[in-house]
Nanobody
Framework: QVQLVESGGGLVQAGGSLRLSCAASGNVDSINTLGWFRQAPGKQRELVATITRPDWIYYSSDRKNYADSVKGRFTISRDNAKNTVYLQMNSLKPEDTAVYYC??????????WGQGTQVTVSS
């Protein structure tokens, strides 16, 4: 089992910045990929960014993946010592308003979700 707790959401003006944090606990060694998803009212949940451990065969460092809509503005990172993944969000736009969910995927394929944190960007 893996538990995820998000923090860092809030209200910010367009052009501002926020940093989301997600602390993982439990069977953290089994986690292969951590990520952030978001869901706006009336819309489907969508991927924002993911970070995957190196496999040491093809990749010797973390692999990062971003949605096109956030490339160049958002940065995902992880602190393995704290079992925490971060999402630094800069140049925020009103369309970034959503509930942001932390996501963890184990090597075996099981997926866990956090409770979500609200991000609201005012114009």
């Amino acid at each position: 089992q893996v538990q995820l707790v998000e923090s860092g959401g809030g209200l910010v003006q367009a052009g501002g910045s926020l940093r989301l944090s997600c602390a993982a606990s439990g069977n953290v060694d089994s986690i292969n990929t951590l990520g952030w998803f978001r869901q706006a009212p009336g819309k489907q949940r969508e991927l924002v960014a993911t970070i995957t451990r190196p496999d040491w065969i093809y990749y010797s460092s973390d692999r990062k993946n971003y949605a096109d809509s956030v490339k160049g503005r958002f940065t995902i990172s992880r602190d393995n010592a704290k079992n925490t993944v971060y999402l630094q969000m800069n140049s925020l736009k009103p369309e970034d308003t959503a509930v942001y969910y932390c996501n963890a995927q184990q090597r075996a394929g099981t997926i866990y979700w956090g409770q979500g944190t609200q991000v609201t960007v005012s114009s």
